[in-house]
């Protein structure tokens, strides 16, 4: 069998950690050795999206990001779903306060760096707008 030597990349959202890796040859328990310690600070239900990087030599490293703006917003609203009609049906809201407290959140991941807050959220807000959620003082 012929080894490629090329790095091989994993997007997963975890718990579904065993057949994605075991496929990459890595084993699923050391993997879940390291994200369990590293994400020890989160509750159990958060969807942790996470990258993996699987070298030829079977070795890998991972970073992990904030949960998903669509998320955190529904949690907040108290909603299962969006709207499929929104701008015409409101499925939730979310006061100013949520906003910048998931903006706070999403500061931190990577595709936001060097990004103000305030952009941050005004892309929360705009995923409120897309969701159906109304956004209250």
């Known amino acids: 069998m012929q080894k490629s030597n090329k790095i091989q990349f ?3 959202l975890v718990p579904a950690v065993g057949p ?6 890595v084993k699923a328990i050391d993997f879940c050795k390291l994200f369990n310690e590293k994400t020890k600070h989160f509750t159990k239900e958060i969807p942790i999206p996470t990258q993996i990087f699987v070298k030829p030599d079977r070795t890998f490293t991972f ?15 108290g909603i299962e779903k969006g709207s499929s009609r ?3 049906v409101i499925a939730g809201e979310v006061s100013l306060k949520h ?3 998931i903006g706070l959140i999403k500061q ?10 305030r ?3 005004a ?9 159906g959620i109304k956004v209250v003082p």
């Open 86 to 88: 929104a701008g015409e």
């Open 123 to 131: 892309r929360v807000f705009g995923q409120c707008k897309s969701l």
């Open 99 to 101: 906003i910048y407290e």
């Open 108 to 117: 931190n991941d990577p595709g936001f760096a060097g990004t103000s807050l």
């Open 119 to 121: 952009d941050v959220c």
């Open 63 to 77: 970073t992990t990001k904030t949960p998903a703006t669509s998320w955190l917003l529904k949690k907040a609203a």
């Open 10 to 12: 994993v997007r997963l």
């Open 20 to 25: 994605a890796l075991g496929s990459k040859g």
